[in-house]
Each structure stands twice: as structure tokens, then as C-alpha cells.
């Protein structure tokens, strides 16, 4: 209970930390982006109340605490470019990054736990050297190659999947929620659903595969060091072939490192959604941040970068937590 | 062995072509000839003679621009990675060895800093300092320094405990003496393979930040400008995304077998 307590503390002082670089760091960018926002004939005077309407004539520390204060009640202020609430245009974006970060987890756990399970059944045998093959291959290569390259193969060469967008704008939707594909699964509109599967596997894909490398090596190796043990044996012994020993006795027990390393990995293919989205033309966070940077928007980057942070920080604790309950050696009475 | 020398060869072949740019390159890369426009490579039918993987959409040389990239890619990596490990190793080195609120200060920081995600923090510091290649060079050091002091750290911690340094306190050597003469040629091998492996995320980085038009002016070639350029002309010009493609794809490989290479060369018991 006190680990737990700690570690929250913790949790919040790096949020703390975040939220002053976040802002330190765009404060100090050169450039008036009030300047940008206005005709050229714009007065000095037009400028100055422009700048009073949006705090920035105050101190940097006064800066800051109104818009921490801000922060703290769910008010991220005011977006410069698109002129609408920083909160409500990053809240409608997230759910698209989410549902293609967590489509691509699930479609790197499938792979990396296939991989693994092949590598182990056939260990030093030609399938695992091929499987090591892979993973090294695939490790080497960051999403954003890997997004080219199935642009380049599946949208172009053969044109499996559409390369760009998040659904076809002829279907678009007319939903309650920004989660189009929980949503579509919901109502049984299976047309939407596949619409959107298609066009989310391909950056999904790009972003799973580094991840599915790390699961397939890490879940192989220590399902390898558990199917040695005793009471593998034992089912062996008790005549369970070496698939049901695998599924039904060393799977759950292998499980537990590799949890740890996927939550780890998650936070670096959340990251990965930033150039991938771009690259996919998905009009997700990501897309929106280079938007914002490009526009130099200060407040609409200080809301995303800080939601990213969150994530991650959030992503971090959730597996420590989970770890934690799942591993009876580290449960506190 | 023999992926230490190909990944080695190309680098070697890479950095010839970045340095003699200007003996090698058929043609100037910046030069636009409209009536050259989106030209195939050298095996298709309607090729032009001397230019080997045709041209982009204002009628550049592709090869040119792509021998030009170099140059970006490589004074990248060679500068931002460089950075980013002297910086790093620093902090690691005296975090590790002092320990006490050394430790933990730098410890908080790396946590700070690794709850951005890089290629984000990567752009909004390059928004913030302005594009260019010192911008880039800037961020890439400023933003990827964790990832030396993270294993140098805990290298270090572990080699201060060894009987040898304990030895050399006993000698009468001083802490920052200790530290030099004994900790740091023990951990180099270490940051040798690190750097290897940062200067081929940094030849990405670079490439993410030119395909977002945030790297050097537009106009320079970039590996990854021209990628950006390629992906708009898809269906119409395959080759001008395919070579720059290439040339980072085999880049990124060497610079990772690289550093895989000798991380097995220098330790093969960890392998």
C-alpha cells in the first residue's frame, strides 16, 4: 500500500516536471505567433489587446500558474490557429490515436506471440534461427521505414489497403463518440468497421512491428527457461503433448516479463503514432501536433505534448500496478 | 564478422560519397529543368542517358540529391549522436560513480525527460529553435542524451564496485582521477556500441524531420525530403520515394548491425 502510495507521488511529481518543461521549453521560442494572427495593417495597439486576451502581456511564473490553474480544471486555454478550446480539439483527436495505438498493440502481441510460440516449439531448429532472423530484422527498423515501405508494397504495388485518412469520406459516420471503430462494433455497422480496419491496418502494422520483435524475443526466451522446469516435466510426463504443455502449464508463467517490456514498448509506439499518423494522412493527435508546430500554436502544442506525456506516465503506472497485483512475490499484505 | 565489415563498407562508401559530392554527383542537385520532369531510372523504358535514377517532379537528378543527402545524414550523425554521447556519458559517469543526490537528480531528470515522446519533443524543439540543420543537430543531442546515461549509469555503478577501483582510492588517486583513469576505458566499449546505434536513430530523425519540412530549407536535399516529395508523386513516379528510401533503409541497417557487430566484438561473452 505504501509502494503503491509512493509510487504515485512520484507519478505526479514527474507530471509536475512535465508540465514546467513543456512550458518553459515553448516560452522561450522566438517568433510572435500573436504577431502571425494578424493582417498586416494591424496596429500595435490591435496587437497588445490580442496579446491581453490571451495572457501573454503577464509575467512568465503568472504565465505559468494560470495556465497550470488552468490545466488543473480541465482548461488548456484557447487554440491561436483554429480559434476553439485547446481541451475539446485535442479530446475529439484522441480517440483516433488510441484506437490505432491499441490496434496495433493487439496486432503486435498476436505476431510477437506467434513468433515466440513457433521459436519455442521448434527451438534449435531451423524455424527458430529463421525467427531470430526476423526479430533482429524487424528490430533494426523503426516505424517510420516501415510505413514506407508498406505504402510502397501493399497501397501502390499491390494495392491491398488505402494509404491515406481514417475512413472513406463517403461512409462518414454520423456517431455519438469519436471511438468510430468501438462505436461501429456497437451498432453492428460492420460496413464502417471494415472501412476503418483497412485504412488503420497499414500505420498499425508499421507501428506493431518493433513492438511484435521485442514480445516474440523476450516471451521465447523465457518461455524456453520455463519449459525446462520440473513441473513442465511432469505434464509432459503425465502425457500432454508439447502444444497443450506450451498453452496450458508455461504460457502464464513465461507471461509476467514479458508484461512489463510491453508497457515499456507501448509508450515508445504511442510516440511512433506522431509521424506515422502523418505519413497515413490519420487525422489523429499526432497529425494535429506537427499541424500545431508548423502553425506555431502555442497553446494547442502545450495541450498535446502534455496529453502525450500523460499517456506515457499513465501507460508507465498501469503496468507497474498490474505487475505488481499479478506477481505474488511482490504483493504487500 | 562479416556483418561488422558490409555495415562498415557501406558507412566507409557512404561518407566517401558524402565528402566528394561535388567530383561524384552527375549532375547539380538543385538544378530544375522542367522539361526533365519525373524521368524514369536507367532499366526503363523512356530513360534519359546520364541520369542514372531519373529525376524528380521539377526535373532534378534524383542520383545527385541522393549523394547530397548524404552529406545532411551524415554530419547529423556524426554531430547530434557525438553530442548526444558526450553529453550523455558525462551525466552517467558522475551520476553512477557519486551516487547520493547526484544519482537521484539526474535519475528524476532522465524520467522527465523520457515521458515525451522523442520524435514529439523532437519537432517542438526544432519549432522552438528554429529549422535548420544546427536546430536539428541541437535537439536530436538535447532529446536522445538519455539514452547514454541510462546504461553508463548503471555500467558505472557497477564497475565503481569492482576491487580495482576500491584499489586505486587506496592507491590515493582522487575520485575524479578514479574516475577517468580507471571507470571510463572500462565503460568506452559500452558507449562505442550506443553511439553506433544512436547515430542510425539520428539518420531517422533527421529524415523524420526533413519529411515534415522542419530540417534544413526545403530546397537543400534531404534523404528525407525527398521522401516527402516521392510520396506525393506516388502513382505517378514510384522512384523518386524508392531510392531515398534505399539509401536510408541500408543506412539505418548498417549503422544498427554496426554497433550489434561490435558490441559482440568487444564483449563476446555477452552475446
Not at chain 1, 515553448?26 to 496579446?51: E, Q, S, W, Y
Not at chain 1, 485535442?90 to 506467434?114: K, W
Not at chain 1, 527451438?123 to 526479430?135: I, S
Not at chain 2, 549532375?27 to 523512356?46: R, V
Amino acid at each position: 500500500m505504501q509502494a503503491a502510495f509512493i509510487r504515485l507521488l512520484t507519478t505526479a511529481l514527474t507530471l509536475f516536471g512535465v508540465a514546467v518543461v513543456v512550458f518553459v521549453v515553448i516560452r522561450v521560442a522566438p517568433g510572435d505567433p500573436i504577431a502571425m494572427m494578424l493582417p498586416p495593417g494591424a496596429t500595435d495597439a490591435d496587437i497588445d489587446r490580442l496579446r491581453a486576451a490571451y495572457g501573454l502581456d503577464r509575467s512568465l511564473a503568472e504565465q505559468f500558474f494560470i495556465w497550470i490553474g488552468g490545466v488543473l480544471q480541465g482548461d488548456f486555454g484557447t487554440s491561436i490557429s483554429l480559434r476553439q478550446n485547446v481541451g475539446r480539439i485535442v479530446l475529439g483527436r484522441l480517440p483516433a490515436t488510441l484506437e490505432l495505438a491499441f490496434y496495433a498493440l493487439f496486432l503486435a502481441v498476436l505476431l510477437g506471440g506467434a513468433l515466440a510460440v513457433i521459436g519455442t516449439l521448434r527451438r534449435r531448429g531451423t524455424a527458430e534461427g529463421a525467427v531470430d532472423l526476423w526479430n533482429g530484422m524487424t528490430l533494426s527498423i523503426p516505424d517510420f521505414l516501415w510505413g514506407l515501405i508498406f505504402i510502397l508494397c501493399l497501397g501502390v504495388l499491390w494495392p491491398l489497403f488505402p494509404i491515406s485518412g481514417r475512413i472513406s469520406p463517403a461512409l462518414n459516420p454520423d456517431y455519438a463518440t469519436g471511438f468510430l471503430l468501438l462505436e461501429s462494433l456497437l451498432r453492428f455497422d460492420f460496413r464502417v468497421t471494415g472501412d476503418l480496419l483497412a485504412h488503420m491496418t497499414l500505420p498499425a502494422l508499421a507501428l506493431a512491428l518493433p513492438l511484435s520483435a521485442v514480445i516474440a524475443q523476450v516471451l521465447k526466451q523465457s518461455l524456453k527457461e520455463v519449459m525446462e522446469l520440473d513441473y513442465v516435466n511432469l505434464a509432459r510426463a503425465r502425457g500432454f503433448s508439447e502444444v497443450a504443455v506450451l498453452f496450458r502449464e508455461a504460457l502464464r508463467n513465461a507471461a509476467l516479463p514479458t508484461l512489463t517490456l510491453v508497457g515499456v514498448q507501448f509508450t515508445f509506439l504511442i510516440g511512433g503514432t506522431v509521424i506515422v499518423e502523418k505519413l497515413f494522412s490519420y487525422e489523429g493527435l499526432g497529425n494535429l501536433a506537427i499541424d500545431a508546430v508548423v502553425n506555431r500554436d502555442l497553446p494547442l502544442i502545450q495541450g498535446i505534448v502534455l496529453l502525450f506525456a500523460v499517456l506515457f506516465i499513465a501507460t508507465n503506472l498501469i503496468v507497474d500496478l498490474a505487475y505488481a497485483a499479478l506477481n505474488p512475490r511482490l504483493r504487500h499484505g | 564478422m562479416a556483418r561488422l565489415w558490409l555495415s562498415g563498407g557501406w558507412l566507409v562508401l557512404l561518407a566517401l560519397a558524402a565528402i566528394f559530392a561535388p567530383l561524384i554527383a552527375p549532375h547539380d542537385p538543385l538544378a530544375q529543368d522542367l522539361f526533365l520532369e519525373k524521368l524514369p531510372p536507367f532499366w526503363m523504358e523512356g530513360a534519359e542517358p546520364g541520369y542514372y535514377l531519373g529525376t524528380d517532379s521539377l526535373g532534378r537528378d534524383v542520383l545527385s540529391r541522393l549523394i547530397y543527402g548524404a552529406r545532411v545524414a551524415l554530419i547529423v550523425a556524426v554531430l547530434a549522436g557525438g553530442s548526444a554521447a558526450i553529453l550523455g556519458s558525462v551525466l552517467g559517469l558522475l551520476a553512477g560513480y557519486l551516487g547520493g543526490w547526484t544519482d537521484r537528480a539526474v535519475g528524476r531528470l532522465i524520467d522527465i525527460w523520457m515521458s515525451f515522446p522523442p520524435v514529439l519533443f523532437a519537432i517542438l524543439l526544432v519549432a522552438v529553435l528554429g529549422t535548420g540543420l544546427s536546430s536539428v543537430i541541437i535537439a536530436i543531442a538535447v532529446i536522445d542524451w538519455t539514452r547514454f546515461a541510462r546504461v553508463v549509469r548503471a555500467e558505472t555503478m557497477a564497475q565503481s564496485r569492482m576491487d580495482y577501483v576500491a584499489s586505486a582510492t587506496v592507491v590515493g588517486r582522487s575520485p575524479l582521477g578514479t574516475l577517468w583513469h580507471e571507470v571510463v576505458p572500462n565503460v568506452l566499449p559500452t558507449i562505442l556500441v550506443l553511439l553506433s546505434l544512436e547515430m542510425g536513430i539520428t539518420v531517422i530523425v533527421e529524415a523524420i524531420l526533413s519529411f515534415v519540412n522542419l530540417s534544413v530549407s526545403s530546397d537543400d536535399p534531404t534523404w528525407g525530403g525527398m521522401i516527402a516529395e516521392g510520396r506525393t508523386q506516388i502513382h505517378f513516379a514510384l522512384w523518386i520515394l524508392v531510392a531515398p528510401m534505399v539509401a536510408l533503409f541500408l543506412t539505418v541497417l548498417a549503422f544498427s548491425q554496426f554497433g550489434e557487430g561490435l558490441k559482440d566484438r568487444l564483449d563476446p561473452a555477452a552475446s
